[in-house]
């Protein structure tokens, strides 16, 4: 059974810093591209962050140079660094990854960013 569970997220005011954790179980983990989305309240669920198998990652530019996403696969765990943030960061952030057509996610960890 696949699991994702994330952790790191809180309330942190405009310009700070926090970093998210998500521990993956049930997949072996380092074969595996991992990805961070986001779900503002009344907007859709969208990918911030990826990165795959062999270390390469991607950003949405809305995060690029702020946030940074990484991995270490013998803690089957990935991060997300998130740094300078803003009110527009606020949401609730999700883990994800898939094997063959599932898709799985965490329950998400909630950001808010105060001004």
């Known amino acids: 059974q696949v699991r994702l569970v994330e952790s790191g997220g809180g309330l942190v005011q405009a310009g700070g810093s926090l970093r998210l954790s998500c521990v993956a179980s049930?997949?072996?983990?380092?074969?595996?591209?991992m990805g961070w989305y986001r779900q503002a309240p009344g907007k859709q669920r969208d990918l911030i962050a990826r990165i795959r198998s062999n270390g390469t990652t991607e950003y949405v530019d809305s995060v690029k140079g702020r946030f940074t996403i990484s991995r270490v696969n013998p803690r089957n765990t990935v991060y997300l660094q998130m740094n300078s943030l803003t009110p527009e960061d606020t949401a609730v952030y999700y883990c994800?990854?898939?094997?063959?057509?599932?898709?799985?996610w965490g329950k998400g960890t909630l950001v808010t960013v105060s001004s």
């Open positions: 049930g997949i072996n983990f380092k074969i595996h591209s």
């Open positions: 994800n990854t898939n094997r063959g057509p599932a898709d799985y």
